[in-house]
């Protein structure tokens, strides 16, 4: 799911192709995007674009007369941009906004739909898309061990809480804890006033970084290669590869449609994570440390860790 980092160029790249031009029409190709059926989606036809915004994890397309579409793109969700009145695509083509200059596409790959469009009224239309997470780059050091201590979360779930935390995902709540040196699976409300310092500015770093390499890596085309797994990364897409700061084999605890990437050299202390389902079923053979892990033969070190 494209988090802080990937809207924040996709944002950019948008509002400098759209920002003051008049959407002529948007086609939509999947009866699954849109969301919303008042005001009608004719209802931006002819409209020019005010500005471009995120909230969360969604983007906000501000249009005249106080209308707003609001994306949000799910996992597979990705935009394009393409010449005026590019086709859209069979199969992932959900929706296609022509302007002037270009058209903007919007598709989905994958057998589910998950991304959607509302089309809201104001800014009170746009309140429900704000979960109430905090802005990692609007909020000082004490608003965010506010946050921290509010409620008794792991840190892998307290940074990927949209109420807690606004635009921080999976992948790069992987890449901000290996740079606190914290377990994911430390409660936000044990860590010490350093522990709380360092995560803050681990996130601000962290989001800094990648949004300037994400920034240079597009240049003037537009972001066509948004993923979870960037070149580069630390721990997350990561697993079983030696961390670039200690060697260490990179581990992942498998949950839902998820996984979380860690360092046990860096953020554990040489403890190895429990799986919640892998080591229910070996039970005492799971290594719990990276010296047991180490002494596992080649062969069942790998079965034991996948």
Same mark, same amino acid.
């Given at each position: 799911?494209?988090?802080?980092?990937?809207?924040?160029?996709?944002?950019?790249?948008?509002?400098?192709?759209?920002?003051?031009?008049?959407?002529?029409?948007?086609?939509?190709?999947?009866?699954?995007?849109?969301?919303?059926?008042?005001?009608?989606?004719?209802?931006?036809?002819?409209?020019? +674009?005010?500005?471009?915004?995120?909230?969360?994890?969604?983007?906000?397309?501000?249009?005249?007369?106080?209308?707003?579409?609001?994306?949000?793109?799910? +996992?597979?969700?990705?935009?394009?941009?393409?010449?005026?009145?590019?086709?859209?695509?069979?199969?992932?083509?959900?929706?296609?906004?022509?302007?002037?200059?270009?058209?903007?596409?919007?598709?989905?790959?994958?057998?589910?739909?998950?991304?959607?469009?509302?089309? +809201?009224?104001?800014?009170?239309?746009?309140?429900?898309?704000?979960?109430?997470?905090?802005?990692?780059?609007?909020?000082?050091?004490?608003?965010?061990?506010?946050?921290?201590?509010?409620?008794?979360?792991?840190?892998?779930?307290?940074?990927?809480?949209?109420?807690?935390? @606004?635009?921080?995902?999976?992948?790069?709540?992987?890449?901000?804890?290996?740079?606190?040196?914290?377990?994911?699976?430390?409660?936000?409300? @044990?860590?010490?006033?350093?522990?709380? =310092?360092?995560?803050?500015?681990?996130?601000?770093?962290?989001?800094?970084?990648?949004?300037?390499?994400?920034?240079?890596?597009?240049?003037?085309?537009?972001?066509?290669?948004?993923?979870?797994?960037?070149?580069?990364? @630390? +721990?997350?897409?990561?697993?079983?590869?030696?961390?670039?700061?200690?060697?260490?084999?990179?581990?992942?605890?498998?949950?839902?449609?998820?996984?979380?990437?860690?360092?046990?050299?860096?953020?554990?202390?040489?403890?190895?994570?429990?799986?919640?389902?892998?080591? =229910?079923?070996?039970?005492?053979?799971?290594?719990?440390?990276?010296?047991?892990?180490?002494?596992?033969?080649?062969?069942?070190?790998?079965?034991?860790?996948?």
């Amino acid at each position: 799911m494209p988090e802080l980092p990937d809207l924040t160029v996709y944002i950019e790249h948008i509002a400098n192709r759209i920002q003051g031009c008049a959407l002529q029409k948007v086609r939509i190709g999947s009866v699954f995007l849109l969301r919303t059926y008042k005001p009608p989606i004719t209802a931006v036809h002819g409209k020019k +674009v005010l500005g471009v915004k995120r909230i969360g994890k969604h983007i906000v397309l501000q249009m005249e007369e106080s209308l707003n579409l609001v994306f949000h793109l799910m +996992v597979a969700g990705r935009f394009h941009w393409r010449d005026y009145g590019f086709p859209l695509p069979k199969k992932v083509g959900l929706a296609a906004l022509d302007f002037e200059n270009g058209t903007l596409l919007l598709t989905e790959t994958g057998s589910k739909r998950r991304a959607s469009l509302h089309v +809201v009224f104001g800014d009170n239309g746009l309140l429900v898309f704000d979960r109430g997470g905090i802005e990692l780059f609007e909020t000082c050091l004490d608003g965010f061990t506010e946050v921290l201590l509010k409620e008794k979360h792991t840190l892998k779930r307290t940074l990927t809480d949209p109420r807690l935390i @606004a635009g921080v995902g999976n992948a790069y709540s992987d890449e901000i804890l290996h740079q606190a040196k914290l377990s994911p699976l430390k409660y936000s409300t @044990a860590l010490t006033k350093q522990e709380i =310092r360092r995560l803050y500015n681990a996130c601000r770093e962290v989001l800094s970084d990648w949004i300037d390499r994400l920034r240079k890596r597009t240049g003037d085309g537009f972001p066509e290669k948004v993923t979870a797994f960037q070149d580069g990364m @630390a +721990v997350h897409g990561r697993f079983g590869k030696p961390c670039p700061v200690c060697g260490a084999p990179i581990q992942r605890i498998v949950y839902v449609e998820n996984e979380c990437n860690y360092c046990p050299g860096c953020q554990t202390g040489g403890k190895v994570l429990a799986d919640r389902s892998l080591s =229910r079923i070996l039970k005492g053979e799971w290594p719990r440390t990276l010296k047991q892990l180490e002494e596992l033969p080649a062969t069942r070190r790998v079965s034991k860790t996948l």
